[in-house]
Nanobody, 114 residues
């Protein structure tokens, strides 16, 4: 089993930045893909960014503003979020893929409001 714990969410004003962290523990060997998803009230969960085999991918609405990275020594996934907009408000979830198994964190709230 893999456990994922997110942190770093909070309330910020438009244009400000946040960095989310996700610490992985447990049977973490052979995790080959990690990602950040988000879910706003009344909307479906959507993919924000992911890392697969060292390559990063982003959804169009965050491209150029968000950066996903992974520290394999610390077993931590990061999401640097710059130039935040109100539409970025959501619960952000960490995701990890190991073989056929899919793991999720509990989520961390990001609120962008003036």
């Amino acid at each position: 089993q893999v456990q994922l714990v997110e942190s770093g969410g909070g309330l910020v004003q438009p244009g400000e930045s946040l960095r989310l962290s996700c610490v992985a523990s447990g049977s973490i060997v052979s995790i080959y893909a990690m990602a950040w998803y988000r879910q706003a009230p009344g909307k479906q969960r959507e993919l924000v960014a992911e890392i697969i085999n060292g390559n990063s991918y982003y959804t169009g609405s965050v491209k150029g503003r968000f950066t996903i990275s992974r520290d394999n020594v610390k077993n931590t996934l990061y999401l640097q979020m710059n130039s935040l907009k109100p539409d970025d408000t959501a619960v952000y979830y960490c995701n990890a893929v190991k073989g056929r198994d899919n793991y999720w964190g509990q989520g961390t709230q990001v609120t962008v409001s003036s």
